[in-house]
């Protein structure tokens, strides 16, 4: 099952930088898009979703933007902090065929360092 | 900030043994899901529960898998007669009324089949 995709195993960055996170999707039905963060020996933790006639959500540090036509998301983190270290995962679903089956890429451990 | 609620945290169990896997979801949530993965794999629909019924399940719940609200609280997976490859972290998550909103996770039961 290859329908959400996070190309990139892990991403190191400073604090104060931002950190992109990237996410690709292969089923164009797909109409809702969320980011997951994952500390160690914890379930993942909601962060911040977009739904698909939106191209960008903002909230505090977070921000999602989806580009429909590449499917394509990215999650921006601005600025960094060493407390983002986790593992990001993307999720969608398909609003109009199911209640609620989240399709999760593998994820990307983000590494933020002093 | 209320939380959905997983046990036991850890789960050992011969081959071929029961197991029941226990959610409190979130108390206001009326829809319930289970996710598991495998280490080193992706996160994974097991299935979604709604109105005391099974909404959908994926190819990966199959007969020897149950789901059950027994109580106005609680949320189980049964598995029947475990395999090897039933090995997995086991994430319950439940969501409020309405496709867009998000699923909220619990830690999850690493279960380990001997």
């Known amino acids: 099952d290859q329908q959400v995709k996070q190309n990139s195993p892990s991403l190191s960055v400073q604090e104060g930088r931002i950190s992109i996170l990237n996410c690709d999707y292969t089923n164009s039905m797909f109409d809702y898009f969320l980011w997951y963060k994952k500390y160690p020996a914890e379930g993942p933790t909601f962060l911040i979703s977009?739904?698909?006639?939106?191209d960008k959500n903002e909230d505090g540090r977070f921000t999602v933007f989806l580009n429909k036509s590449a499917k394509h998301l990215s999650l921006h983190i601005v600025p960094s902090q060493p407390g983002d270290s986790a593992v990001y995962f993307c999720a969608a679903f398909d609003r109009g065929s199911t209640l609620g089956r989240l399709y999760f890429g593998r994820g990307t451990q983000l590494t933020v360092w002093p | 900030e209320p939380e959905v609620t997983q046990t036991p945290s850890h789960q050992v169990t011969q081959m071929g043994q029961e197991v029941i896997l226990r959610c409190v979801p979130i108390s206001n949530h009326l829809y319930f899901y289970w996710y598991r993965q495998i280490l080193g794999q992706k996160v994974e629909f097991l299935v979604s529960?709604?109105?005391?019924?099974?909404?959908?399940k994926s190819e990966i719940f199959d007969d020897q898998f149950s789901v059950e609200r027994p109580d106005g609280s609680n949320f189980t997976l049964k598995i029947r007669s475990t395999k090897l490859e039933d090995s997995a972290m086991y994430f319950c998550a439940s969501s409020e009324v309405g496709l867009s909103q998000p699923q909220h996770f619990g830690d999850g039961t690493r279960l380990s089949i001997l």
């Open positions: 977009i739904s698909s006639i939106k």
């Open positions: 529960f709604y109105n005391n019924e099974i909404s959908e």
